[in-house]
């Protein structure tokens, strides 16, 4: 029997790629998407890359990349934002990296090959996690009130120990720009969610957004003046609410905590 082309063999990795994302939607417990369904798919990989008799077939792992982040979005949907259960997920995903560049000893058994992908290294890159995530909270508006906060927990607790940097940062600034909007508008009911989404984000990573925008950085869309401007907008609501007031209070105690007076 003849061997499968790579295209036959990528259109089975699809086509099983499908068939474990509907199980994966299905799965209501978090505590087995990452026990044991994100460990599996991680021991997989590196067991199945080591095995691989050819050269060609970095793209099949590929898939291995994206479907693990879809694991992993999906357990933080399902995962209360103060669960310590959050906690272990992100320190799975640094376990993860830690593991190194996914490397194999060559066919003439002279060199090593490292698996490289489109977007970098498998693991010590986490390829493609960085897109999935600005990707999931791009679609945020599909998820109920509790995934997406449970969303922006994730995120800022990702933001905070330096995992997908510059991405998260852009999905912190249009959570922040959207509260502006919606407490903007007078007669938009979802501003008091928008302003719970962003203390979230404040609370586990406002440090770490405060230090990225004193550092300054176009790619990151951050920088003090923005931060600044935001304070200011703050201090100039008529009548804020008490989670808005909550909102310039932890801004304003981020930089008395971090040693920041800014001269004029």
């Known amino acids: 029997m003849a061997a499968l082309s790579l295209e036959e063999r990528l259109e089975g990795r699809r086509n099983f790629s499908s068939h474990m994302r509907q199980a994966i939607d299905e799965e209501t417990s ?27 077939v970095l793209p099949l792992f590929e898939y ?15 995962t209360d934002v103060e669960d310590a259960l959050m906690d272990s997920g992100v320190l799975s995903i640094l376990t993860t990296r830690s593991l190194g560049t996914l490397v194999r000893q060559s066919a003439t058994k002279d060199e090593l090959e490292v698996a490289r992908t489109s977007d970098g290294l498998i693991w010590t890159d986490l390829p493609f ?20 906060k449970n969303l922006a927990g994730f995120c800022a607790k990702l933001l905070a120990v330096d995992v997908c940097v510059d991405g998260l940062v ?13 407490v903007g508008n007078e007669t938009d009911n979802a501003s008091e969610l928008q302003v719970a989404f962003v203390l979230v984000w404040l609370r586990y990573a406002g440090k770490k957004l405060f230090l ?23 201090e100039v609501l008529e009548e804020p609410n008490d989670e808005v007031k909550k909102w310039l209070s932890h801004m304003v105690w981020i930089e008395s905590n971090m040693g920041f007076a800014r001269a004029g």
């Open 30 to 56: 978090p505590t087995s998407l990452l026990r044991h369904t994100v460990r599996s798919l991680v021991g997989s990989t590196c067991q199945r890359y080591h095995a691989a008799a050819d050269t060609q």
């Open 64 to 78: 291995d990349c994206h479907d693990l982040w879809y694991i992993y979005l999906r357990f933080a949907k399902l």
């Open 129 to 148: 996690f960085g897109k999935a995530i600005e990707g999931a909270w791009a679609n945020k508006t599909l998820l109920s009130d509790r995934e997406c």
């Open 170 to 182: 852009r999905c912190a600034v249009e959570c922040f720009e959207e509260a502006f909007r919606a």
């Open 212 to 234: 990225i925008a004193k550092a300054g950085s176009l790619e990151r869309s951050l920088d003090l003046d923005r931060w600044t401007m935001w304070k200011k907008k703050l």
